[in-house]
């Protein structure tokens, strides 16, 4: 039977939505992350035991005396194990995320039971929202939302609905319908039947579901740690890399103390709102006796709303005057940072541990705030393509990592490299005499079992295995590729070893096992795992130019394999938890690297301009000179002290937008004649500043080995020597309107020619792929532009000037930018740049690579000393 492409239609439709309904995706992110924050900020603010007295006089109004104590005991047991803010981040997202479902959840039940088509249509949506694997839920929010709080909780929701929706359709459908016809009967609308009749009677039921949905939260909250989620997920997913048993036991017995809180408070709550359950508690309360009536009594509902507003203001009272206990705060030895936040993302490997340790003490000391989060290589690295990492690492390239860079290179910056000569391997104890290369493998599964054991699934060693080495050697069907963890692979090797049993593991150098056990590292004669990589730090696009100093930092970090592995042995040494210990004492033992990898003398010397501060929106289209100038300008107001947003657009969509003010200045206005129309329809709410470049044109340009074309009258009748075809750009732009209903009917071409629509790139893969099969072809094209320097190319004379006078490129504002960005508009105004210097410009760019603009603008800029003075002079 052929194959169905269900996975490809879905991932279509992902990146369909994505791609036309991020809008909506940003503005769910703003909302969930908004009301985390805020959840989050009153749970953590107050002292833990403070905090968990207010929990206890809670469960003493719902449940009793000896709930109210145990709650205290529950939660004294988090703090006391040091989970106590990685609790308070998973209930934040519990309750963020159990607050949406009920919301979304109750009034849908109540819609499917009062409408038997709804409730047929919802069924097996349900069914397929309560079957399908939590962990898939986890795929298109990363895509939709990133890493972090947000996808968990969107995943949370979806996973957590279907018994809310479920039970609340049970509850009304049971009510007995005798009541409900009585009611009718004396007249009561179908609204006062719902909320006076079926909804009271419906509660218990309803409340179930309410139990069943937080708890299903919780259980998904703890499975979003993968991704970035934080709290007690995050821990249990660490222990669970690492194999740390005190660690996912203590993070487990967290998540269960929540858990039966949670469950018992939410169930006890019917007996608070729900008539019937009122009635019940009164009843057993008047039937207790001596002592237990003691323990039974429940404070009213005022007593228990003073008692925690009484503690709230104590905790609050604590939190202003009380001092900040934090002993691990380090003091900046250079304020270079000034609080700013730096994200840093790592894989629990142990160079990317050591590495992310070490610089989030260097930045502290700088005066930077960085945060750390572990995360799976696959959401380390989508997390950054999408902004919510800064950067990280410990990237292997070019080959472990080399799906995931070519999947997210244009949107992630490669900051250099500070280790070299690695390797990847299969290394077998040295006891096994008889292996010493991957060839060795065959034919002696039963001496390993039939296993070789690997690392995380998503690891690039591991897909190269996979894909490669298992192949090359054809071992496919003869061993199984075991997936785990790194953590996982180095216990057994451990067990293994201490047996003097046979093992074949997934090694990569450096790495402190080839000290700790004697290792035989198997021959690769084929180079199926590819030469060595380097470790390169990777940083989110646009990250050099936000933090420029940690980026240059970043491009002159080195370690010796020496520093690395005693740097690796320190945190070992220091224990579990105590990672930024070890990187301490290590730094005691080699004084003055801090300042050697993060020099601080002369950061923060760029002189601010007068509004430092501001953020004027430009816009740019997708042509080699405005990208350049765009991000040469966002550059250059970066260090002025702006804050610049730049967005591409469509050559129509920029003038509209400009004239109504979206768009506050762009740098490629081709007048008086390629954007004349547009200059004409727009000018009332536009104001021209001034032209930065002099001498462009309009062409067609051909090969220079077509030899018998050198003029527009010379295409006439030869169609069939370039397919009929003249390969264009963007039909919105002025040059293609120009070409379509002047030139190509001035030469009488109009009939004998189509003019292909593409965006300019394609222009060029067309341009570039013809000139090396050395095939005519004809393009549009203009002067400026780097072609003319890259290929042998002929622009065709234009003797009847169809394409009018030649333009100049000028910087264009709507008409309240003079005024808005008065220091701004001065600069623009004085801005010349010469041919030689743009050319050099869109070379930089272009060299840089695909994805590379701000470094290729960055390196031009090197090039060119004090050009920030040249263009945006400041008054000392």
């Known amino acids: 039977m052929p194959r169905i492409e269900l996975g490809s239609w879905i991932r279509s439709g992902i990146n369909f939505l994505r791609d036309h309904f991020q809008w909506l995706f940003d503005f769910i992110s703003k909302v969930v992350q908004g009301m985390y924050d805020g959840v989050h900020d009153v749970l953590a603010a107050p002292n833990p035991l403070l905090l968990a007295g207010i929990l206890a006089v809670l469960a003493w109004w719902l449940r009793g005396l000896v709930p109210?104590?145990?709650?205290?005991?529950?939660?004294?047991?988090?703090?006391?194990?040091?989970?106590?803010?990685?609790?308070?981040?998973?209930?934040?997202?519990?309750?963020?995320?159990?607050?949406?479902?009920?919301?979304?959840?109750?009034?849908?039940?109540?819609?499917?039971?009062?409408?038997?088509?709804?409730?047929?249509?919802?069924?097996?949506?349900?069914?397929?929202?309560?079957?399908?694997?939590?962990?898939?839920?986890?795929?298109?929010?990363?895509?939709?939302?990133?890493?972090?709080?947000?996808?968990?909780?969107?995943?949370?929701?979806?996973?957590?609905?279907?018994?809310?929706v479920r039970m609340t359709e049970l509850g009304i459908r049971q009510v007995d319908a005798e009541l409900v016809e009585?009611?009718?009967?004396?007249?009561?609308?179908?609204?006062?039947?719902?909320?006076?009749?079926?909804?009271?009677?419906?509660?218990?039921?309803?409340?179930?579901?309410?139990?069943?949905?937080?708890?299903?939260?919780?259980?998904?909250?703890?499975?979003?740690?993968?991704?970035?989620?934080?709290?007690?997920?995050?821990?249990?997913?660490?222990?669970?890399?690492?194999?740390?048993?005190?660690?996912?036991?203590?993070?487990?017995?967290?998540?269960?103390?929540?858990?039966?809180?949670?469950?018992?408070?939410?169930?006890?709550?019917?007996?608070?709102?729900?008539?019937?359950?009122?009635?019940?508690?009164?009843?057993?309360?008047?039937?207790?006796?001596?002592?237990?009536?003691?323990?039974?009594?429940?404070?009213?509902?005022?007593?228990?709303?003073?008692?925690?507003?009484?503690?709230?203001?104590?905790?609050?009272?604590?939190?202003?005057?009380?001092?900040?206990?934090?002993?691990?705060?380090?003091?900046?030895?250079?304020?270079?940072?000034?609080?700013?936040?730096?994200?840093?993302?790592?894989?629990?490997?142990?160079?990317?541990?050591?590495?992310?340790?070490?610089?989030?003490?260097?930045?502290?000391?700088?005066?930077?705030?960085?945060?750390?989060?572990?995360?799976?290589?696959?959401?380390?690295?989508?997390?950054?393509?999408?902004?919510?990492?800064?950067?990280?690492?410990?990237?292997?390239?070019?080959?472990?990592?080399?799906?995931?860079?070519?999947?997210?290179?244009?949107?992630?910056?490669?900051?250099?490299?500070?280790?070299?000569?690695?390797?990847?391997?299969?290394?077998?104890?040295?006891?096994?005499?008889?292996?010493?290369?991957?060839?060795?493998?065959?034919?002696?599964?039963?001496?390993?079992?039939?296993?070789?054991?690997?690392?995380?699934?998503?690891?690039?060693?591991?897909?190269?295995?996979?894909?490669?080495?298992?192949?090359?050697?054809?071992?496919?069907?003869?061993?199984?590729?075991?997936?785990?963890?790194?953590?996982?692979?180095?216990?057994?090797?451990?067990?293994?070893?201490a047996k003097k049993e046979p093992v074949a593991v997934t090694l990569w150098s450096p790495h402190w096992a080839y000290s700790k056990y004697k290792l035989t590292k198997l021959a690769d004669p084929k180079g199926a795992f590819g030469k060595g990589d380097g470790i390169h730090t990777i940083?989110?696009?646009?990250?050099?130019?936000?933090?420029?100093?940690?980026?240059?930092?970043?491009?002159?970090?080195?370690?010796?394999?020496?520093?690395l592995t005693s740097l690796e042995a320190a945190i070992q040494d220091a224990g579990k938890g105590k990672q930024q210990e070890g990187v301490r004492a290590w730094l005691k033992k080699n004084p003055g690297l801090v300042d050697k990898l993060a020099p601080a003398g002369g950061a923060g010397a760029v002189a601010k301009g007068k509004q430092a501060g501001a953020a004027p929106r430009i816009g740019y289209f997708p042509w080699d000179e405005d990208i350049a100038t765009t991000y040469l300008w966002k550059n250059v107001l970066e260090k002025r002290g702006y804050k610049p947003s730049i967005k591409q657009y469509d050559v129509g969509s920029m003038f509209t937008g400009m004239s109504a003010g979206q768009i506050d200045v762009e740098f490629d206005g081709w007048l008086p004649v390629a954007q004349k129309q547009y200059w004409d329809r727009y000018k009332k709410n536009l104001v021209d500043i001034g032209p930065w470049y002099d001498k462009t044109s309009l062409e067609i340009a051909v090969p220079s080995y077509v030899k018998d074309v050198k003029s527009l009258a010379d295409l006439k009748g030869k169609a069939d020597?370039?397919?009929?075809?003249?390969?264009g750009i963007e039909p919105g732009t002025g040059e293609m309107q120009l070409l379509k209903s002047t030139v190509l009917k001035e030469y009488d071409l109009d009939k004998e020619?189509?003019?292909?629509?593409?965006?300019?790139?394609?222009?060029?893969?067309?341009?570039?792929?013809?000139?090396?099969?050395?095939?005519?072809?004809?393009?549009?094209?203009?002067?400026?532009?780097?072609?003319?320097?890259?290929?042998?190319?002929?622009?065709?004379?234009?003797?009847?000037?169809?394409?009018?006078?030649?333009?100049?490129?000028?910087?264009?504002?709507?008409?309240?930018?003079?005024?808005?960005?008065?220091e701004f508009y001065g600069w623009l105004k004085n801005w010349h740049m010469t041919e030689q210097e743009l050319a050099s410009l869109e070379q930089a760019v272009q060299d840089a690579g695909k994805g590379n603009v701000e470094k290729g603008v960055q390196k031009w800029m090197d090039a060119h000393p004090g050009i920030v003075d040249k263009m945006a002079p400041v008054s000392s």
């Not at 020597?721 to 390969?727: A, L, Q, T, V, Y």
């Open 182 to 497: 009585a009611a009718d009967a004396f007249g009561t609308t179908p609204r006062r039947t719902l909320l006076r009749v079926q909804l009271p009677l419906a509660l218990p039921t309803i409340m179930a579901g309410v139990n069943q949905a937080i708890m299903l939260a919780l259980s998904m909250v703890v499975i979003a740690g993968m991704v970035g989620g934080g709290g007690l997920g995050s821990s249990v997913f660490e222990a669970i890399s690492s194999v740390d048993v005190a660690l996912g036991f203590e993070g487990g017995i967290a998540v269960v103390i929540l858990a039966m809180y949670l469950d018992r408070m939410t169930g006890a709550l019917n007996q608070r709102v729900s008539p019937l359950g009122r009635r019940a508690l009164a009843k057993q309360a008047a039937s207790a006796v001596g002592g237990l009536k003691v323990l039974q009594w429940r404070p009213a509902t005022s007593v228990a709303m003073v008692g925690v507003i009484v503690l709230a203001l104590v905790a609050g009272g604590l939190n202003i005057f009380g001092g900040d206990d934090d002993g691990q705060k380090v003091t900046a030895t250079a304020n270079v940072g000034k609080g700013s936040t730096v994200k840093l993302g790592y894989i629990n490997w142990d160079e990317g541990v050591a590495s992310t340790y070490l610089w989030k003490e260097i930045l502290e000391q700088r005066g930077f705030k960085p945060q750390l989060q572990t995360y799976d290589v696959g959401a380390l690295f989508t997390g950054m393509a999408a902004g919510d990492i800064d950067m990280q690492t410990d990237a292997w390239l070019p080959a472990t990592h080399a799906s995931y860079w070519k999947q997210y290179k244009d949107q992630l910056e490669d900051l250099g490299t500070w280790y070299d000569k690695t390797s990847l391997e299969v290394a077998v104890p040295s006891y096994v005499k008889d292996v010493k290369s991957l060839d060795d493998l065959k034919g002696k599964a039963g001496t390993f079992k039939g296993k070789i054991i690997g690392i995380e699934p998503g690891a690039g060693e591991m897909k190269i295995m996979k894909n490669d080495v298992l192949p090359g050697y054809d071992l496919n069907g003869e061993y199984t590729l075991v997936k785990g963890s790194t953590a996982g692979m180095l216990s057994q090797l451990e067990r293994s070893y």
């Open 753 to 822: 020619y189509e003019v292909t629509n593409n965006a300019s790139p394609a222009m060029l893969a067309q341009l570039e792929r013809s000139y090396a099969k050395k095939e005519p072809v004809a393009v549009v094209l203009w002067t400026p532009h780097w072609a003319y320097s890259k290929y042998q190319l002929t622009k065709l004379a234009d003797p009847k000037k169809a394409f009018g006078a030649n333009n100049e490129i000028r910087s264009l504002g709507h008409k309240s930018f003079p005024k808005k960005y008065s």
């Open 539 to 563: 940083g989110r696009k646009g990250f050099s130019q936000k933090q420029p100093q940690i980026a240059k930092w970043m491009k002159n970090f080195k370690l010796s394999e020496k520093q």
């Open 721 to 727: 020597k370039f397919k009929g075809k003249i390969i």
């Open 68 to 164: 109210a104590v145990l709650a205290f005991a529950g939660f004294a047991l988090i703090d006391s194990i040091q989970q106590w803010d990685e609790a308070m981040e998973t209930l934040s997202l519990v309750l963020v995320a159990g607050a949406i479902t009920i919301v979304l959840a109750v009034p849908l039940g109540i819609w499917a039971s009062r409408n038997r088509a709804v409730s047929a249509l919802l069924r097996p949506v349900l069914d397929f929202m309560q079957t399908m694997p939590a962990f898939v839920y986890l795929i298109p929010g990363i895509f939709f939302f990133g890493v972090g709080v947000v996808p968990g909780v969107i995943a949370t929701i979806v996973f957590a609905m279907p018994p809310g």
